[in-house]
């Protein structure tokens, strides 16, 4: 006989899972009854199954239409003004995302825009060649391009004026404020030429827009296209490049800037073959409303190799026009030394006289007076600017290293002042603007010998000169 009864005991677990749903239901009931009794609502009746509650969606499901409640599904929690977390604020209107900077220009009027000025230009110049015109309005923008420009672009197609240079179609003038500003110009060859500056204006995220256009006949650019800043900077160094005195001395402020400065420019441009660089050739580095600054990077002929000085242009007034007050040739007077004179930072020629103003000076062979042809060159520029200014004068001095007697030096430095005299007089300065005089090794620029008395051939290579003085 087994120890076991033969009637197992009965399972509980079935009691104990009922009870639980209903402890649980009159749970929620009652915290549902408390929520409501809380915020003064009565609470809404239940639904009847022919009733369609409304499901709160779980993220990531999508409510399914149309479908009837399960048993045995938690009611949602009603809207609860104590428990709810509150609405976020509505986001600021300055907060909102605004249109792009190239948008912004399209919107403003200003045509198209595009992250390197070159592409956009290129699709103008190709665009009027074409006598697109509508594609070039488009490009160029309305705030640009007013009706009479139009005009005048439409009456250059029509001569025949529309095709762009095979040398240099697009041309960088400089910069009208740094990284944001800057002005280009795009050159054409047909019939009798044309060109059409550009001021374009650069948007936040780097893209280009036109901002200002100016069209001309090649024949009509004169000494300065823009009387702003750059465009004097600019006039003023296209006519010293050009060795065009007159029209470099009309754009400075002669109390600051001398002729002599002037003409040193000039020499400098000529013999070290300078020319404006073609990636900005001029940069800002301040524009304000009566002052401003930039920097003028020249390269030599071939492009291989560039050096910078700076210029800083003034007005008056805003209703005053822009002069050069100031240019710094330092730098530019080294790798002129490097370039011309085997790195002789001396034998240059411009030099501060002993009165503070500023001194050209031709330099001579040993034991030599002849002129060369380079010196000849130099000498033209002095005899313009004596020229137009015919009661001006200038003192020729003739001066000689250390070697040989003091007789012979006074003779031979006598030679040299007397040789540039002649080739003045050649070329038309009359005589009574020219005083020349013999200094001997009186008075040398460097040292003729070194500190421990040794001979000092560059020293003595910088006095074998005749100086020229312009400023009285």
Known sequence: MSTYDSHEPRSNFGLFVTLAFVAAALLGSGVYLFQSSRSGKPAPAQPTLSEKPEVEPVAGKEPVAGKEPVAGEIEPKPFDPFDAEPEPAPEPVDTVAPSTPEQMLIDAGMGAAEFEPEVLLEKIGRSLEESDFDKASLLIGQKALDESQLKGLRDLAAIGNFRLSSMDPIVEIGELEANRKARWALNFEGGKGA???????????????????????????????????????????????????????SFVDPELVSDAKIAGLCIIFEEAKYKLRTQRPLRAMFNRQLTAGFIAHVEDDAGKKAADFGLNVQRKGIDQPWQVTEINLDSLLADYADRVAGGDVHYTPLVKNPTGGDTLILYFGFDEDGLTPRTHRQLDIVAGLLKINPDKKLTLSGHTDSLGTDEYNNELSGRRAGAVEKYLLSVGVPDQQIVAMAEGETKPRRPNATADGEDNPTGRRANRRTEIYLDF
């Open 195 to 249: 060109r059409i500056y550009f001021d374009l204006l650069r948007g936040n995220t780097g893209g280009w827009g036109i901002e200002k256009m100016k069209l001309l006949h090649q024949k009509a650019i004169g000494k300065a296209v823009f009387v702003d800043s750059l465009g004097i900077t600019e006039a003023f160094l296209r006519a010293a490049l050009g060795q065009n005195f007159d029209d470099a001395k």
